[in-house]
T-cell receptor, first 116, second 114 residues
Framework: ETGVTQTPRHLVMGMTNKKSLKCEQH?????MYWYKQSAKKPLELMFV???????ENNSVPSRFSPECPNSSHLFLHLHTLQPEDSALYLC???????????????FGQGTRLTVV | DQQVKQNSPSLSVQEGRISILNCDYT??????FLWYKKYPAEGPTFLIS???IKDKNEDGRFTVFLNKSAKHLSLHIVPSQPGDSAVYFC?????????????WGLGTSLAVNP
């Protein structure tokens, strides 16, 4: 139990579907992240939220839409995805202190997404 | 252009021996380095870290060495155990405005054989 829970664990969706990934952290952290892990690529940071405010969007296509209603919950809304978006989507949280190096993040188990 | 490189995709070691996982980086602005371990069907878990002001950090069987001049770090696991079999990711952190960027390597898959 890492304190970061992601649902669903597996998702298969068509290119015209709309679905959402959910992440919840029970660690009292103030920062949450969405990462994408594709085969043979490094972990790619998609979005960062600090204190519920989005602070980073790493050129992610608009078919991925994050939502952070509070510091414990993070969603990733998906619509009109492409087969190449199939990947493992990982949520993480950390206690971010501006300027400090402590950036250990706690990860959820991920959602394995397949777009058909 | 990968800023953090783990050039060995896989490594096989005998139980009880030392495992050495290597990581090279190109950006001299990185000032904090982390190792994560990932089992199949799980997210990465933090293992050990090192600040650029140090050259060694030890935690039980795990030791990370940092050679700043060579822009190289390594993770030593001794003695290796079968339960250490996992993918090990190296990550490097640098300040980016008010935030910090974390750049990941591709990972090295370690197999510890009984």
């Amino acid at each position: 139990e890492t304190g970061v829970t992601q649902t669903p664990r597996h998702l298969v969706m068509g290119m015209t579907n709309k679905k959402s990934l959910k992440c919840e952290q029970h660690l009292g952290h103030n920062a949450m992240y969405w990462y994408k892990q594709s085969a043979k690529k490094p972990l790619e940071l998609m979005f960062v939220y600090n204190f519920k405010e989005q602070t980073e969007n790493n050129s992610v296509p608009s078919r991925f839409s994050p939502e952070c209603p509070n510091s414990s919950h993070l969603f990733l809304h998906l619509h009109t995805l492409q087969p190449e978006d199939s990947a493992l989507y990982l949520c993480a949280s950390s206690q971010a202190i501006p300027g400090q190096q402590n950036t250990e993040a706690f990860f959820g188990q991920g959602t394995r997404l397949t777009v058909v | 252009d990968q800023q953090v490189k783990q050039n060995s995709p896989s490594l096989s070691v005998q139980e009880g021996r030392i495992s050495i996982l290597n990581c090279d980086y190109t950006n001299s602005m990185f000032d904090y380095f982390l190792w994560y371990k990932k089992y199949p069907a799980e997210g990465p878990t933090f293992l050990i870290s090192i600040s650029s002001i140090k050259d060694k950090n030890e935690d039980g069987r795990f030791t990370v060495f940092l050679n700043k001049s060579a822009k190289h770090l390594s993770l030593h696991i001794v003695p290796s155990q079968p339960g250490d079999s996992a993918v090990y990711f190296c990550a490097a952190s640098a300040r980016a405005g008010n935030n910090r960027k974390l750049i990941w390597g591709l990972g090295t898959s370690l197999a510890v054989n009984p």
